[in-house]
């Protein structure tokens, strides 16, 4: 059905692993929503057409116009910020390597961290953990100042670095019989036998496309926090993860001011419960600064959405945040 001629904005949250995109009138009512493979750069060799073609089909969903669209605010996992020393593409190079020509209207790019933190705090201080496929702490503080915990050269690790923990403890032979669940289901991920086995697929590895092995590796990661409370292996490997997820937490802490500092989490593997209970007891450090780990209000395309909606000066208070969180059937997107 057309929606021609009714103004919108387009929310993109892309990562590692898929590009989620959302067209929302102008008061946060979803128009049209879309799911497409993953449109990082650093992830994916298709991720500029995997990223340009699942907003068009958003907008077709919608049987919305381009000409229409108000503003386009990107979420995307690689994307440079301002004043970080971490790299990855500019918003300037981002609009060059995702092209889209056929929408009239300011397009924003901006690390997916950052779209993750305004749907999960709607704008307030605090610190949002961003652990999927990939992983980035970043803080906000009241003065709309970004720090992100790799600029104190700390990275926590994401699904990909949780597995590689749980494989080199089965490759050490480390498992005992509680762990024979684990066992099972990582043997039957990679088609080996046994361990013997699974040494020998693992280093035909070399020959696969490296993002191809991202992804087989972090598949995995939903196993392991499914099993963490049964499996020792499993288990060590999670607190290791959200130990060192905490480390960024508590560097970036101090510079939110107040207390205690809001913490929200995002990402496929930060949101499983097993990660979250951990993290939860990781935290508690004496003589650190006091946090509180709170619900997510938006998810990250919500995030996007309200950044649209402010950038056109319009006013987002709750009963537009009540309205970003409807939900309507997702269009899915073939890889291109």
């Not at 961003?130 to 994401?158: C, K, N, P």
């Not at 649209?308 to 000066?313: C, H, N």
């Amino acid at each position: 059905m057309s929606q021609r001629g009714r103004s919108f904005v387009v929310a993109v949250d892309s990562g590692g692993t898929e590009t989620r995109v959302g067209c929302f009138g102008l008061d946060g009512r979803p128009l049209s929503t879309a799911l497409g493979p993953a449109g990082a750069a650093h992830h994916d060799h298709d991720a500029a057409a995997n990223l340009t073609s699942t907003v068009r089909s958003a907008l077709d969903a919608g049987g919305l116009t381009p000409t229409d669209a108000r503003a386009l605010v990107a979420g995307v996992s690689g994307i440079a910020r301002r004043g970080s020393n971490q790299g990855g593409l500019t918003p300037a190079a981002a609009r060059e390597f995702y092209p889209m020509p056929w929408l009239d209207c300011p397009v924003v790019f901006v690390n997916d961290a950052v779209v993750a933190h305004r749907g999960a705090l709607l704008g307030r201080p605090g610190v949002v953990v961003v652990a999927g496929t990939g992983s980035m702490v970043l803080a906000i503080d009241g003065d709309g100042r970004e720090v992100e915990s790799g600029q104190f050269e700390h990275y926590a690790g994401a699904a990909r670095h949780l597995v590689f923990d749980v494989v080199h403890q089965l490759l050490q032979e480390r498992a005992t019989a509680a762990d024979a669940d684990l066992l099972t289901r990582v043997l039957d991920h990679w088609g080996a036998s046994d361990v013997a086995a699974l040494r020998s697929t693992l280093l035909d590895l070399a020959t696969v496309d490296r993002n191809e092995a991202k992804r087989r590796w972090g598949a995995l990661a939903p196993a392991v926090t499914e099993l963490a409370d049964a499996s020792p292996v499993a288990d060590r490997a999670l607190r290791e993860l959200t130990d060192r997820t905490a480390s960024g937490v508590l560097l970036l802490a101090p510079l939110v001011g107040g207390t205690p500092v809001p913490v929200a989490l995002t990402g496929s593997l930060a949101q499983a419960p097993a990660f979250r209970q951990r993290l939860r007891t990781s935290l508690r450090v004496p003589g650190t600064t006091v946090t509180d780990l709170v619900p997510t209000a938006l998810g990250a395309v919500g995030g996007a959405a309200l950044l649209a909606l402010q950038r056109l000066g319009l006013r987002t208070g709750s009963d537009v945040v009540a309205n970003l969180r409807a939900e309507l059937p997702v269009a899915t997107v073939a890889p291109a």
